[in-house]
């Protein structure tokens, strides 16, 4: 893998950049971090930090001006060459394209520009949505882990797992 961090990339609708401390307010606006607005300008502040770190692939969604969501490279393992993604988008923005849109772009990005092998994602059962965001994507699903994520309530949820690979590009 290359460790070249976030690179402004742009789609036919979104401007995929690095976040910065203006973003908090419109993030927090449309219910996409943070439980209060102070909350989601001290998130903001630590993402911040990392913006210039080769090792860091976080991106804010821009439409139409506005910080409408995030999507995010994380559980980077450079020996085998994989990253998982995860990623938000505020309510008023769902259902339009955007997050598939920003899916497909950065799962490119990484897999042929910092030269990943495997780029996944792993959603929950009960997000019909976002599971089909990988799926419109272009990833495989690969499994269903079951019992795999603890909620708040103490239950445990399945998950879903997929992927797609440099191969499939």
């Not at 449309?30 to 989601?40: C, F, M, N, T, W």
């Not at 991106?59 to 490279?73: C, D, H, Q, S, T």
């Not at 899916?103 to 019909?128: A, H």
Request: glycine share 8%; charged share 20%; net charge negative.
């Amino acid at each position: 893998m290359k460790a070249i961090g976030t690179k402004t990339l742009v789609t036919p609708r979104l401007i995929l950049r690095k976040i910065c401390k203006e973003d908090a307010e419109s993030l927090f606006g449309v219910g996409s971090l943070g439980k209060s607005l102070q909350d989601a300008i001290q998130i903001v502040a630590n993402m911040v930090q990392y913006n210039d770190d080769p090792m860091s692939f976080h991106w804010v969604l821009e439409y139409e001006g506005k910080a409408v969501g995030r999507i995010k490279g994380w559980e980077i393992d450079p020996h085998n060459n994989f990253v998982q993604l995860g990623y938000d988008i505020g309510v008023p923005y769902q259902g339009k394209g955007l997050m598939t849109e920003a899916v497909r772009e950065v799962s490119t990005y990484l897999l042929k520009e910092c030269e990943f092998n495997r780029v996944y994602c792993m959603v929950r059962e009960s997000n019909p949505a976002s599971n089909r965001v990988c799926e419109k994507a272009g990833m495989t699903h690969e499994g269903f882990l079951r019992n795999h994520w603890i909620q708040s309530d103490g239950s445990y949820t399945n998950v879903h797992y997929w992927g797609i690979v440099f191969s499939d590009i």
